[in-house]
């Protein structure tokens, strides 16, 4: 029954689809437009997501800048406060003179 039930109401929606078609395809200028407006939709849609994902890997990537940066100031501040040259120089220390 269930099958039947959704056999007829495909057939109903395909009527209507090709009436709605046959309205529209009265004039050919409108179904350029439509088809038109279609793809344009799509376009700015997948533009938009792609924008938007690599806006996000980019916050994503600051984020886990910052907390590399926090980390090497933390481990410095250490050092210096441990009296250690790597406290006041970091990671680059200055050049031996002799």
Not at 12 to 18: G, H, Q
Not at 20 to 37: D, H, S
Not at 66 to 88: C, F, M, P, S, W
């Amino acid at each position: 029954m269930k099958v039947v039930v959704g056999f007829v109401a495909a057939l109903i929606a395909l009527v209507l689809i090709k009436n709605v078609l046959l309205a529209i395809a009265a004039n050919w200028l409108t179904i350029l437009f439509v088809f038109a407006t279609i793809i344009a939709i799509v376009l700015i849609g997948t533009f938009a997501k792609t924008f938007i994902d690599i806006n996000r890997e980019g916050h994503k990537l600051a984020k886990q800048q910052r907390k590399e940066l926090l980390a090497r100031a933390i481990n410095q501040n250490t050092a210096y406060l441990q009296g250690h040259d790597r406290g006041v120089y970091g990671d680059y220390p200055p050049a031996e003179l002799d």
